[in-house]
T-cell receptor, first 112, second 112 residues
Framework: QKEVEQNSGPLSVPEGAIASLNCTYS??????FFWYRQYSGKSPELIMS????GDKEDGRFTAQLNKASQYVSLLIRDSQPSDSATYLC????????????FGPGTRLSVLP | DGGITQSPKYLFRKEGQNVTLSCEQN?????MYWYRQDPGQGLRLIYY???????QKGDIAEGYSVSREKKESFPLTVTSAQKNPTAFYLC???????????FGSGTRLTVV
């Protein structure tokens, strides 16, 4: 059974701080990794993808992948109240990019 | 604009009634998916289809049925056999290449 685990939170950080969201996965053969942001009552939106070990930066977001430790994280710099949402980690294990396992999500609250 | 359209946005079902949720995409994606999300929980896969006229059960297929007669359309029927259908239903699509999903805006189903 392929599993993806995340702390459910809530994770509370003050405005302007760095928010760190973590995700671990069970399948060593996993190929690609994604972070989705979901506002309450809305559908998830893709914010980051990462495919190889190391860091990937996009604006205030940095995704970090360590395949040996089966660990992927998302850092949000200069957190804003608008970043308050649930962040879902998704892991893909096939070569076609068409099957994903989602974690339960971490709820982030950025306090003004 | 390309995207995924789910309808209706809200749906109410009476006990013992079958209801069908619509999902249409104009992204030319091969694969389509149905997920269920319960409050405070992650996404659970109901059914997916990687090609027209073919589909596979996900983790929680009991009480649901789908069809894939056209590439653009992947409707989900919630049958009377699904005893606890109240949830947020999300349709998604993807193309090959591990690029993540595009989600529709969701349908919120409530049993009355």
């Amino acid at each position: 059974q392929k599993e993806v685990e995340q702390n459910s939170g809530p994770l509370s950080v003050p405005e302007g701080a760095i928010a760190s969201l973590n995700c671990t996965y069970s399948d060593r053969g996993s190929q690609s990794f994604f972070w989705y942001r979901q506002y309450s009552g809305k559908s998830p939106e893709l914010i980051m993808s990462i495919y190889s070990n190391g860091d990937k930066e996009d604006g205030r977001f940095t995704a970090q992948l360590n395949k040996a430790s089966q660990y992927v994280s998302l850092l949000i710099r200069d957190s804003q109240p608008s970043d308050s949402a649930t962040y879902l980690c998704a892991v893909n294990w096939d070569n076609y990019g068409q099957n994903f396992v989602f974690g339960p999500g971490t709820r982030l609250s950025v306090l003004p | 604009d390309g995207g995924i359209t789910q309808s209706p946005k809200y749906l109410f079902r009476k006990e013992g009634q079958n209801v069908t949720l619509s999902c249409e995409q104009n992204l030319n994606h091969d694969a389509m998916y149905w997920y269920r999300q319960d409050p405070g929980q992650g996404l659970r896969l109901i059914y997916y289809s990687q090609i027209v006229n073919d589909f596979q059960k996900g983790d929680i297929a009991e009480g649901y049925s789908v069809s894939r007669e056209k590439k653009e359309s992947f409707p989900l029927t919630v049958t009377s056999a699904q005893k606890n259908p109240t949830a947020f239903y999300l349709c998604a699509s993807s193309r090959q290449g591990a690029r993540g999903y595009t989600f529709g805006s969701g349908t919120r189903l409530t049993v009355v």
